[in-house]
């Protein structure tokens, strides 16, 4: 079902590839050492690489989901199977639901013309959550950052990262500190990986280091993305999130959320109702394969915390900054329409 392929994207960040009968998915659980393709030729194996986390960030699994589907289609495959196989592929972040049922609501004949809409919408997406967070992020930023929200959680761009590359892009002279983030590393694996490539200045700590970090040195704020946002602004994002928010409360740090508004969730009440995804223990108990604790040791590994609204200073997406009460706010722009 999942085959490699060392094919070439434009961009050594390219996430996702459709090829017109198969989609290619940039293998993020071997960069930055090995740029690969994993060749995805049917749903099922579309949503194997969804919850394998070949592809993963919010933005990019629903984009994946979406062409699993047109898959799906071009061989008269059961379309409700599939959805709801896509659909359950992982459990917290919203936008994999969201695109899915965004394609169900898409007559079939336009499956294909719709996913290249999510993929193109997705860039402009990310690039205005970028422009509408500028005005939080000053001249000579120190910024810290959790787990990977950019051109490989999304489609390009990314939303938080995003944030801090179009701040580098405009000579703001930003510093990003990147958490680790434990166990699958993302932030120092990809996080790095895509600020070098853009030449953005980054320091990698280790995930406790953070609450240190804004103890002793100067950091302007702290940014990271998010998996579903609860219609009362509580916002479930990748573990240590929440930690991160506690210890930048405690050290008066502004704390920003970036995401899309097919993140906010108005459906789900509060954080207390979000699935939090569990994953194998295998994510803690080995690394690259070698085992690092005795055997047998209990694990218990959350892929996602709740970060309560109270800690969240302000949650910023395409259209603009959602300050709190967010419980009022989040319903004044879902009766926009938004
Ligand atoms: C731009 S959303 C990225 C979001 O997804 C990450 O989770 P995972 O790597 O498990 O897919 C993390 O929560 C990021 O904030």
Redesign the pocket.
Known sequence: MLKNSTAQSQSRLQSILWQGSTLHLLDQRRLPLVTEYVVCDTADAVAEAIQE?VV????A?GVAAAFGLVLAAQQGENLEEKATLLKAARPT?VNLMWAVDTMLQTPVSDWEKKAFALYDSDVLVNKAIGEQAQSLIPENATVIHH???GSL??VDY??ALGVIRIAHERGKNIHAILDETRP?L?GARLSAYECQAFGIPHTVIVDGAAPWVMRTRQVDCCI????RVAANGDVA??IGTYALALAAKAHNVPFYVACPLSTLDLATPNGEAIEIEERSTKEITHIQGQLICPENTPVFNP??DITPAALISAIITETGIITPPYADNLKALKSQGL
């Open positions: 986390m993963r960030g919010a933005p699994i972040a787990c990977n929200t959680a999304t990314g939303t699958r993302q990271v993305g998010c998996d994002n990748k892929a996602f």
